[in-house]
């Protein structure tokens, strides 16, 4: 096992699937494309040809990359952040919206559907709330005098239980017949009707952060060691921590923003991460953020593709996500030592 964790072709084949599945998930769907017509469009539009067949470029570049690259970017967003949550509060059992981000976000944005407000100013809601949300839970335990990790996760509960409590009024108050449906359709997580123009903006929030913690990875590993240790070896860890809450919360109030709540993704993940590479996040990080982005694009792709209707991402992932962390634990069980 050991010997595995440390295999140097791991990110290199996980570079090499990702845009491999991305070609792959352009051509699946109700209108078929040959991975050759696919990889002809995406060249026209880079190069400025333009493309024999028009209905094939509108279904590849207008419905398909969108989509696909959101849910890669996602994917390993949320995997960035559940990894980077779980070595700095030294707790397996932390997902990216521990901290209420989740359940800010769906406040924001059903707020936003309330007000008829566009997609875009939906998306802007619910990354405001996503932070709002955070910046309560982060504000409690200052206003309590404690810097302990436990206090900042139960201030996340509380937060996040008084967001779900706001989330429901909001349902209750809403149009039964078209406000309703559309705040309980958002909340399950999706990239249907996603265009690149409602993306671009968020990819600085999603690259910019996820770039930052990667580096900081040796330093999360010393973090991850405990505080005392951490702060003998000379690691400012208050400014480390803060950084890594930061990074971790952009990114996740992004994905929210741009897809709704997709559980199970931040967390599970991870865990599989660490079974490949090992627990060192210098390698866990970009294992996770390939692993995540291919993962997640793997379960858009089925969304779209086993039914006669599209289902919300969150039901498969969910089905996916629960058997395979039940598996874990008790493999780790089995094995004699805790996840």
């Known amino acids: ?14 570079a090499v699937l990702l845009p491999v599945g991305a070609v792959l998930a352009v051509c699946v769907g109700k209108y ?5 017509e696919s990889l002809s469009v995406l060249w026209g539009a880079l190069t400025g040809g333009g493309a024999a067949d028009q209905m094939t470029a509108n279904v590849v570049l207008g419905l398909r ?53 566009t997609s875009g100013w939906v998306q802007l809601f619910a990354f405001a ?21 436990l206090m ?11 967001m779900s409590s706001l989330l429901g009024f909001l349902k ?43 580096l900081m990875g040796w ?28 990074c971790a919360t952009l990114l996740t109030a992004s994905s929210v923003c741009l897809a709704g709540t997709i559980s199970w993704v931040g967390l599970t993940i991870p865990h599989l991460g660490r079974m490949l590479a090992g627990p060192g996040h210098t390698r866990l990080l970009p294992v996770s953020a390939l692993l995540g982005g291919l993962f997640l ?19 498969l992932t969910g089905l996916m996500g629960a058997p395979f962390y039940g598996w874990l634990l008790w493999r780790q069980r089995r094995a004699g030592h805790a996840l």
């Open 297 to 315: 694009l793997v379960v858009d792709t089925l969304t779209r593709t086993i039914g006669a209707e599209e289902m919300p991402v969150s039901i």
């Open 1 to 14: 096992m050991r010997g595995r964790k440390r295999n140097p072709w791991l990110i290199p084949l996980l």
């Open 32 to 36: 078929p494309v040959t991975p050759w």
């Open 65 to 117: 990359v969108p989509r696909i690259l959101a849910s890669i970017l996602v994917g390993a967003a949320l995997s960035v952040s559940g990894a980077a949550y779980q070595g700095v509060f030294q707790n397996p059992l932390i997902s990216p919206d521990f901290l209420g981000v989740s359940g800010g976000a769906c406040v924001g944005a059903a707020a936003a559907i309330l007000l008829s407000l």
């Open 152 to 162: 900042l996760v139960l201030s996340g509960i509380i937060v996040g239980s008084a």
């Open 129 to 149: 709330g996503g932070l709002l949300a955070v910046g309560l839970t982060v504000t409690l335990p200052m206003l309590l005098r404690s810097r302990a990790n």
């Open 219 to 246: 330093r999360i590993d010393v973090l991850s060691m405990g505080e005392t240790e951490a702060r003998a070896l000379g690691l400012p860890v208050s400014a480390v921590r803060g950084t890594v809450i930061l």
């Open 172 to 214: 209750y108050t809403a149009d039964p017949e078209t406000q309703l449906a559309a705040i309980t359709y958002w909340t399950m997580g999706g990239f249907n009707y996603l265009a690149l123009e409602d993306l671009l903006p968020a990819l600085p929030f999603l690259l910019i952060p996820a770039v930052v913690l990667i």
